[in-house]
C-alpha cells in the first residue's frame, strides 16, 4: 500500500510540472517559441517556478494563525473571571475559531483556484491511460497532483495550527485536538477548492462561449464566488480587527441553552470552534455542553468525507479521456443542431479593444479579478476601520487623515494591478491582433478608458460610505480634488509600463517586447509609483495642517491636473496621431521639441531635490543638541548646494540632454551662458550697476511708504542673534539661490524655450514661472499673502535678470544681480510699515517695478544690438 501511494506521488510530481508549463506555454501567446527557448536552455526553470509558487502559497496561509493565538488569549482571560461562567464563552469562542477555520477555506480558495483550475481541463492525464493504471489509481491521481500542486501550503495548515496552539498552551491534550480538527478541515478545504475549481473551469471554457447566454452565465458564475470570498474575507478581517471587543460584549450577555445547543449542531465552522474552545478547559464545561459539540462534529467528520468523495468524483471527468470527449460530442452535437448566424457588426477600432477585453475577461478569472479586485479593495479594507467600536480618532482631523491615508494608500497599487492585467493580456494565446493593421494609438486609447473606468468606480465607491456623514461635503471635495492625482497614478504606470517592456526602435506597443531585467524595472516602476504618492500626500498634509482644508483641496486639485497635463503631452509623443509618420521616442528628444512639456518637468525636479536636503539631514535630529548654530548652517549649505549641482550639472546635462542634448562639461558652461567671454567686464557692471538701482529704489521707496531702519547687524551680525536671523552668513547661503535659481530658470530653461519660441515669449513666460515658483514658500509655513506679494515683485525681477540673459548672452550679471539682492539687498528693506497695504506698495513699487524698468533701460543703453 505504501508503494502504491509513493508511486502515485512521484507521478503526480511530473503531471504538475507539466500543468505548471503548459499554463506557462498557453499563456506566451506569439512568444511560444522564444519560451520553449528558456525552458530548453535552463530545464530547471519550470521547477523553480511550481517551488516558488508553493512557497508564496505557505507563506500567505500562514498568516492566518493570528487569530487562533488571539481567541486562546480572550478564552483563557474569560475563563479565569469568575464573573463569567462558561456557558457565556462558548459562542463567542466558537465564533473566533470558526473564523480562523472559515478563513482558511477562503485562502486556499482565493490561492488556489488559479492554478487548479487550469488544471481541471485534463490535458494532461490522457497519457496516463496508456499506463496499466486503474481508473481508481487515475482519479486519486488527479486528486494527489492538486495536493502536489500545494503541499508545502497544506502542510503549513495542518501543521501551524497545533503548534501555536501547543506554544500558548503547552496542553498536550489541546495540541491533540488542535491537530486533529486542522487534518479534518484541511481535508474539507482541500476538497471544496478541487470542487471549485472543477465548476470554474467547465465555465470558463472558451469552447462554450459561443452565445450571449453562456457569455452571462460565466460572468455571473464568477462574480457569485468573487463575492462570497469577499464577503467573508470582509467579515474574517472585521472579527480580527475587534476581536477583543467582540468576545467581551458576547460573554457578558446570557445565551439560553437550546441556543447554544442548536449552534453546536452547525458542523462548519462553528462545531470545530466549540470544540477548540471546550479543549482549553475541559472540565471547566458539563456533558450538557459537549453533546451538542460531540454531535456536530460527527456532522462535520461526515460531511468532509462526503466532500472528499465528491472530490474524488470530480476527478473522474478530469482523468478519463473518454469522459471529456463524450461531453465534447454532446456539445458539438447540441450545436450543430441549430443553424448559427453570424452578425458583423462595424464598430470603431476602440469600441472593439473594449470589447475584446471585456470578452476576454469573461473567460478568465484571474482577468476578471483585475476588474473586480480593485472595485471591492478598498471596501474590504476599508469598512472594517469604520464599524470598530473605538473608532479612528478623537476628532474629525483625526478621522479625516486616517481615513485618507487608508483610501489613497491603494490607488497605486490598484494601478499597478489592472495596468499589469490588461497590458499583459495582449500576449495571451486568446490575442490573434498580431496579424490585423493595429493602430497602436486606438490599443493603447482603449486600454486606458478600460483602466479608467475601472480606477474611477474604485476610488469613488467608498465615498457612498460617507453619504450620512455630517462632514459629507469635505469628503466630497477632497474626493473630485484628488481624483487628478489618482489618474496621474494610472497614466503614469501605464506609460512606464509601456516605455519599460514595449519599446521598439520608431514607436511603442502596448504588448511586452523588452522582458529584460523584469525585477529591476518592476522596482523602479514600484517606488515611481509610491514616490509620487508621498509626494502628493506630504504636501497635502502639510497644507492641512498649516492652512486648512480649502487651501489643501485647491493645491491637491490644481497640482494633479498639471502632472495630468504632462502626462498627457507624453501620452501624445509616445503615440502620435499620424499612424505612418516615424518619430524618434527619446524622452530627451520629447522635452526638447516640446519645451513646456520639459520646462515643467524641470521645475518638478527642482521642487524634489529641494524636500531633499530635509531627508537626507533627518539623522542629525538626533544630535543636533550638541551641534553648533553655526556648524548646523553650514551643513545645510553645503547639502543644498551640492545637491543643486548634482541636479543641474549632472542629472540635466548627462541624464536629460538639457537643454540641447548631451554636452560635454565644457560645451554645457558655454550653452547656458556661464563661461567668461571677452565682455566680462561689461558684464559685470551691468550686474552691480542694477543692483545699485534696486538698493537705491528700495532705500527711496522704504522712506516713502514706512520707515527705513539703518542698521548694519541685518548682515553683519551674528547668526542666530541677527535682526535677519543669519546675519553674516547672508553673504554665504545667498549663493544658493544667486546661482542655482539663474542657471535653473535662465541658463537652462529660457535656453530650451528659445529653441521654439521669441525672445519676448520665453522673457514674459520664464519671468512668471520664476514668480510662480516662489508660491512654494508656502510649505515652509509662510504667509499666504506674503507669499502672494513675493510672487509678484519676483516676477517683476525676474523679467530684468531674464533681459540681461537674453541681451547679453551670458548668466554673470543675472548672477550678481540676484546674489547681491538676496545677501546685500536686505540692509535696504529693514522698513516698519503702519499698514499692510504700504508694505504691498512698497514691494510691488520699489521693488518690483521701479528696478526693473531702470535696470532694462540702463542694459538697453548700454549693450548694443547684435545681428542674429
Not at 453570424?342 to 473594449?354: H, Q
Not at 495582449?426 to 480606477?455: C, M, N, V, W, Y
Request: one cysteine or more; proline letters at 4%; hydrophobic letters at 55%.
Amino acid at each position: 500500500m505504501a508503494e502504491k501511494r509513493l508511486g502515485l506521488y512521484k507521478l503526480a510530481k511530473y503531471t504538475n510540472l507539466e500543468i505548471v508549463m503548459e499554463s506557462q506555454v498557453q499563456s506566451s501567446g506569439a512568444n511560444q517559441a522564444k519560451l520553449l527557448e528558456k525552458f530548453k536552455k535552463n530545464k530547471g526553470s519550470i521547477k523553480q517556478q511550481a517551488f516558488a509558487m508553493k512557497i508564496a502559497f505557505a507563506v500567505m496561509l500562514f498568516f492566518v494563525i493570528g487569530l487562533p493565538i488571539s481567541a486562546y488569549s480572550q478564552v483563557k482571560y474569560a475563563i479565569s473571571n469568575p464573573a463569567i461562567t462558561p456557558d457565556r464563552i462558548l459562542i463567542p469562542g466558537s465564533i473566533i475559531f470558526g473564523a480562523f477555520f472559515f478563513m482558511q477555506l477562503i485562502y486556499l480558495t482565493m490561492l488556489g483556484m488559479f492554478p487548479i483550475s487550469a488544471m481541471m481541463s485534463g490535458e494532461a492525464f490522457r497519457w496516463y491511460e496508456t499506463l496499466p493504471i486503474s481508473k481508481e489509481r487515475l482519479r486519486k491521481l488527479g486528486f494527489m497532483t492538486v495536493f502536489h500542486n500545494m503541499d508545502v501550503g497544506l502542510i503549513v495548515m495542518i501543521l501551524a495550527f497545533p503548534i501555536a496552539m501547543f506554544i500558548m498552551s503547552l496542553n498536550i491534550f489541546l495540541t491533540l485536538i488542535a491537530a486533529l480538527i486542522s487534518l479534518i478541515n484541511v481535508l474539507f478545504s482541500f476538497s471544496v477548492l478541487v470542487l471549485i475549481a472543477g465548476r470554474i473551469s467547465r465555465v470558463l471554457k472558451v469552447s462554450e462561449a459561443a452565445s450571449r447566454k453562456a457569455t452571462l452565465i460565466r460572468v455571473f458564475t464568477m462574480l457569485s464566488y468573487v463575492i462570497v470570498i469577499f464577503s467573508a474575507s470582509f467579515f474574517i478581517q472585521w472579527i480580527v480587527i475587534s476581536a477583543g471587543d467582540f468576545f467581551t460584549s458576547l460573554s457578558s450577555s446570557e445565551v439560553p441553552y437550546i441556543v447554544i445547543f442548536l449552534i453546536g449542531l452547525i458542523p462548519f465552522p462553528i462545531a470545530p470552534g466549540y470544540v477548540m474552545t471546550m479543549a482549553i478547559e475541559s472540565t471547566s464545561f458539563s456533558f450538557s455542553l459537549w453533546l451538542p459539540v460531540i454531535i456536530g462534529m460527527m456532522i462535520f467528520v461526515l460531511l468532509a468525507l462526503f466532500v472528499y468523495k465528491k472530490a474524488l468524483k470530480a476527478m473522474r471527468t478530469v482523468t478519463s479521456s473518454a469522459s471529456i470527449e463524450v461531453k465534447q460530442a454532446t456539445s458539438l452535437k447540441k450545436t450543430q443542431e441549430k443553424p448559427v448566424e453570424v452578425l458583423i457588426e462595424a464598430r470603431t477600432p476602440i469600441k472593439a479593444y473594449i470589447r475584446k477585453d471585456l470578452s476576454t475577461a469573461t473567460r478568465d478569472i484571474q482577468t476578471f479579478m483585475f476588474i473586480i479586485t480593485p472595485l471591492i479593495l478598498p471596501l474590504i479594507i476599508f469598512i472594517p476601520f469604520l464599524v470598530t467600536p473605538i473608532g479612528l480618532g478623537e476628532s474629525f482631523l483625526d478621522d479625516y487623515f486616517i481615513t485618507w491615508m487608508i483610501l489613497t494608500l491603494y490607488q497605486p497599487m490598484i494601478s499597478m494591478m489592472i495596468t499589469s492585467g490588461f497590458l499583459n493580456m495582449e500576449d495571451t494565446g486568446a490575442s490573434i491582433l498580431s496579424s490585423l493593421p493595429i493602430h497602436t494609438r486606438d490599443q493603447a486609447k482603449a486600454k486606458l478608458l478600460l483602466l479608467g473606468s475601472i480606477q474611477t468606480v474604485s476610488f469613488f465607491l467608498p465615498l457612498m460610505l460617507f453619504i450620512g456623514n455630517p462632514e459629507f461635503s469635505s469628503y466630497l471635495l477632497t474626493f473630485i480634488s484628488y481624483y487628478p492625482v489618482v489618474l496621474t497614478f494610472l497614466l503614469s504606470m501605464f506609460q512606464m509600463k509601456i516605455r519599460f517592456f514595449g519599446r521598439m526602435k520608431y514607436k511603442f506597443v502596448v504588448e511586452e517586447f523588452n522582458t529584460e531585467k523584469k525585477i529591476t524595472k518592476w522596482i523602479i516602476m514600484f517606488a515611481v509609483q509610491y514616490l509620487i504618492f508621498l509626494a502628493f500626500n506630504l504636501m497635502s498634509g502639510i497644507l492641512l495642517s498649516f492652512f486648512g482644508l480649502g487651501i489643501m483641496i485647491l493645491a491637491s486639485f490644481l497640482g494633479g491636473i498639471l502632472a495630468l497635463g504632462v502626462l498627457l503631452l507624453s501620452f501624445n509623443s509616445m503615440f502620435p496621431k499620424e499612424m505612418e509618420k516615424r518619430q524618434t521616442i527619446s524622452i530627451r528628444e520629447i522635452f526638447r521639441k516640446h519645451p513646456i512639456f520639459g520646462t515643467v518637468n524641470l521645475l518638478v525636479l527642482y521642487l524634489g531635490f529641494l524636500f531633499l536636503p530635509g531627508f537626507i539631514e533627518l539623522p542629525l535630529i538626533f544630535i543636533i543638541e550638541f551641534i553648533p548654530l553655526i556648524a548646523l548652517l553650514f551643513i545645510d549649505f553645503f547639502v543644498i548646494f551640492g545637491l543643486m549641482a548634482l541636479l543641474w550639472i549632472f542629472f540635466v546635462r548627462k541624464s536629460l540632454g538639457l537643454p540641447n542634448g548631451k554636452e560635454s562639461l565644457k560645451e554645457y558652461i558655454n550653452t547656458i551662458g556661464l563661461k567668461p567671454d571677452r565682455k566680462i567686464v561689461r558684464n559685470i557692471f551691468l550686474g552691480i550697476s542694477c543692483s545699485i538701482i534696486y538698493f537705491i529704489s528700495t532705500y527711496i521707496t522704504g522712506n516713502i511708504f514706512g520707515n527705513y531702519i539703518f542698521d548694519l547687524d541685518v548682515i553683519f551680525g551674528n547668526p542666530g542673534t541677527s535682526i535677519s536671523f543669519y546675519g553674516w552668513f547672508l553673504f554665504i547661503i545667498m549663493l544658493i539661490p544667486g546661482i542655482w535659481e539663474e542657471i535653473s530658470f535662465r541658463g537652462v530653461i529660457s535656453t530650451l524655450n528659445l529653441r521654439k519660441y521669441s525672445r519676448t515669449t520665453v522673457l514674459i513666460l520664464v519671468s512668471i514661472l520664476f514668480g510662480l515658483f516662489h508660491f512654494f514658500n508656502l510649505l515652509a509655513g509662510s504667509s499666504l499673502v506674503l507669499t502672494g506679494v513675493q510672487v509678484v515683485y519676483a516676477a517683476l525681477l525676474g523679467f530684468l535678470m531674464g533681459y540681461l540673459f537674453i541681451k547679453t548672452k551670458s548668466l554673470i550679471p543675472s548672477i550678481i544681480l540676484h546674489y547681491l539682492i538676496d545677501s546685500l539687498g536686505q540692509l535696504f528693506t529693514y522698513v516698519i510699515f503702519d499698514s499692510m497695504v504700504d508694505l504691498v506698495l512698497f514691494a510691488i513699487i520699489g521693488v518690483g517695478i521701479v528696478p526693473s524698468i531702470l535696470g532694462m533701460l540702463l542694459v538697453k543703453i548700454v549693450v548694443k544690438e547684435e545681428s542674429r
